[in-house]
């Protein structure tokens, strides 16, 4: 399997990129346990050094994908809950044919960051879903929330709900205009992105890639300073970027714990989104 020669990534990246495909679509041989190819086998089979190799698979371990056994190789690493980033996972995802994301958090700002890549793949022809379907379950800012608060007193103050109704109409609005123009321009079969909001403010952050991987994190809380309309707010406030996310990934069987955790998710999921969320009015 030859690399790519119009991927602008480093050799090592391409290869690592590959194997993760291979290791999060749970591909035959790339199964939780499974022993990955020697060194020398898996640089004749990308027609690359081993030195490449090497750095790929150092990668690899560092996402927390692979361990290696001083002596016995590399095999591939439990993966039912354990800190990750969700980047390799996301482009992993567009590689199915139906591409499925639900998104339950505070204002989608991370999801927007990290959806751009895996997009771009798809313009470019580097990834060819047939259909992306996208749902963001999202708090309604526009009455009183646990945060954002002012520090004084866990005070509502609307200045700040205006300011994270803004953050998050940006970042939806990013992720629907991105997604959708994939269908205006033929390059996907159908694509949709829906968002509705609940009365209730958002402490963790969900996604759910495909109905077989779940990704939960707590948002830390901070005090935070900001400036509006050139008035100091001093206020606690929810910082997703700083998120640990931990991933649950199906198992071959329904018992398995990373299925479970996935099958709840996704109930849980679906329960809010047909029952108290509804679609916010701009």
Do not use: C
């Not at 999801?111 to 022809?125: T, Y």
């Amino acid at each position: 399997m030859a690399l790519d020669p119009d991927d602008s990534r480093p050799p090592y990246q391409q290869v690592s990129s590959s194997l993760r495909a291979s290791i999060l679509t749970k591909k035959p041989g790339f199964e939780t346990g499974d022993k990955l190819p020697s060194g020398p086998e898996l640089a004749k089979h990308f027609g690359v050094a081993r030195g490449t190799v090497d750095k790929a698979l150092d990668l690899l371990r560092t996402e927390g994908l692979i361990v290696t056994r001083q002596g016995s190789g590399s095999f591939v690493r439990e993966r039912t809950s354990r800190p990750v980033g969700l980047r390799p996972h996301l482009e992993a995802a567009f590689e199915q044919q139906q591409v499925t994301l639900d998104f339950a958090g505070f204002s989608s700002e991370t999801l927007h960051n990290a959806l751009q890549e895996p997009l771009d793949k798809v313009r470019s022809g580097r990834l060819a879903p047939e259909s992306i379907t996208v749902r963001l379950l999202l708090p309604d800012t526009t009455a009183p929330m646990a945060v954002p608060v002012l520090v004084d007193g866990l005070q509502d103050e609307a200045a700040l709900r205006q300011r994270a109704r803004s953050i998050a109409l940006t970042n939806a609005g990013g992720i629907a205009h991105s997604v959708e123009m994939l269908a205006e321009l033929g390059l996907v079969q159908k694509a949709s992105v829906q968002v509705k909001v609940h009365r209730a403010s958002s402490l963790f952050k969900l996604y759910i890639l495909n109905r077989q991987e779940a990704f939960f994190g707590f948002y830390p809380l901070r005090e935070r300073t900001v400036a509006i309309d050139d008035t100091d707010h001093t206020f606690y406030d929810v910082t997703g970027k700083d998120t640990t996310l931990f991933h649950h990934a199906a198992g071959p069987d329904d018992a398995s714990l990373g299925s479970q955790y996935v099958q709840q998710a996704q109930m849980w999921f679906d329960s809010v989104w047909s029952t108290i969320a509804y679609e916010r009015q701009s």
